[in-house]
């Protein structure tokens, strides 16, 4: 069975993003951000946390990477270089940061990005890598398997949510990486060389997923084996319902945030 018709610069998947920000994303460490920070947003998506960061740093440089070209295209679009000159978007492998030299970075962030990580304790060895020492690390990965809200509560909803989270798990991803990055940046480095770890939780809101269940994604969905014509439809009808919900839906998870600092 295969899976990997998702594309991370596909429309649906762009969508999912939502208004992710640095204010919604990243008030677990903004207030340690100095005006002069080197930063890497790794699995920057679309751009908008890196601009955001950027601005928190306008004396530093914050760059962007991701593994898919289309997204860092569009990243390049709507933040151009001269409108933004303190922030570069670039094509980057998170499991590969070669291109970076040891030592590079004040800041290394990443936001949602481990769940999709086969090897995330290697993904980590390179942040401890290209991190500074005194600079750190932020991280903040969502628990999808703890749902903390889903208004209106419909039972196709969970259904399309639990085969979702399977999926994942087939795909060699971490469903719960957010309770899993404390550990894995351990293992990585961070914490045995005298830095500290700062670990908390947060909720976090998600858009619906109607873009996932319908026209080409939903085909697509059939044809890889994730899902039946008759389960699609069901799913499809649940998300329509939660979107007429209008200003009183929710779909909720729960996130785990970490700050590592490397030892000096």
Same mark, same amino acid.
């Given at each position: =069975?295969?899976?990997?018709?998702?594309?991370?610069?596909?429309?649906? %998947?762009?969508?999912?993003?939502?208004?992710?920000?640095?204010?919604?994303? @990243?008030?677990?460490?903004?207030?340690? %951000?100095?005006?002069?920070?080197?930063?890497?947003?790794?699995?920057?998506?679309?751009?908008?946390?890196?601009?955001?960061?950027? *601005?928190?740093?306008?004396?530093?440089?914050?760059?962007?990477?991701?593994?898919? +070209?289309?997204?860092?295209?569009?990243? !390049?679009?709507? /933040? $151009?270089?001269? #409108?933004? $000159?303190?922030?570069?978007?670039? %094509?980057?492998?998170?499991?590969?940061? #070669?291109?970076?030299?040891?030592?590079?970075?004040?800041?290394?962030?990443?936001? *949602?990005?481990? %769940?999709?990580?086969?090897?995330?304790?290697?993904?980590?060895?390179?942040?401890?890598?290209? @991190?500074?020492?005194?600079? /750190?690390?932020? #991280?903040?990965?969502?628990?999808?398997?703890?749902?903390?809200?889903?208004? $209106?509560?419909?039972?196709?909803?969970?259904?399309?949510?639990?085969?979702?989270?399977?999926? &994942?798990?087939? &795909?060699?991803?971490?469903?719960?990486?957010?309770?899993?990055?404390?550990?894995?940046?351990? +293992?990585?480095?961070?914490?045995?060389?005298?830095?500290?770890?700062?670990? #908390?939780?947060?909720? =976090?809101?998600? $858009?619906?997923?109607?873009? &996932?269940?319908?026209?080409?994604?939903?085909?697509?969905?059939?044809?890889?084996? &994730?899902?039946? !014509?008759?389960?699609?439809?069901?799913?499809?009808?649940?998300?329509? +319902?939660?979107?007429?919900?209008?200003?009183?839906?929710?779909? =909720?998870?729960? @996130?785990?945030?970490?700050?590592?600092?490397?030892?000096?």
């Amino acid at each position: =069975m295969a899976y990997n018709y998702v594309k991370g610069d596909d429309k649906a %998947v762009t969508d999912l993003y939502g208004d992710r920000t640095a204010n919604s994303s @990243c008030a677990y460490f903004t207030r340690y %951000v100095a005006k002069t920070a080197k930063i890497l947003d790794v699995g920057c998506g679309p751009g908008r946390i890196t601009a955001d960061l950027a *601005q928190l740093a306008p004396d530093g440089h914050t760059t962007g990477i991701d593994n898919s +070209e289309g997204i860092i295209d569009q990243a !390049k679009a709507s /933040f $151009p270089h001269s #409108s933004n $000159p303190n922030v570069t978007f670039a %094509v980057g492998d998170a499991n590969n940061l #070669s291109q970076f030299a040891d030592n590079s970075f004040d800041i290394v962030h990443a936001h *949602q990005l481990l %769940v999709h990580m086969t090897d995330p304790v290697a993904v980590f060895k390179e942040f401890y890598r290209i @991190c500074k020492p005194g600079g /750190f690390l932020a #991280s903040r990965e969502s628990n999808p398997s703890i749902l903390l809200a889903l208004n $209106p509560d419909l039972p196709s909803i969970r259904e399309y949510w639990a085969r979702t989270n399977a999926v &994942m798990k087939k &795909m060699s991803s971490n469903p719960d990486a957010g309770s899993k990055i404390e550990a894995w940046a351990k +293992e990585a480095g961070f914490g045995v060389d005298g830095g500290e770890i700062l670990a #908390s939780k947060s909720p =976090m809101s998600m $858009p619906g997923h109607l873009g &996932m269940v319908t026209g080409e994604k939903a085909e697509q969905a059939i044809k890889y084996g &994730m899902a039946t !014509k008759e389960e699609i439809d069901v799913w499809a009808a649940g998300w329509e +319902e939660w979107e007429r919900a209008g200003e009183d839906k929710q779909f =909720m998870l729960e @996130c785990g945030e970490i700050i590592c600092w490397k030892g000096t």
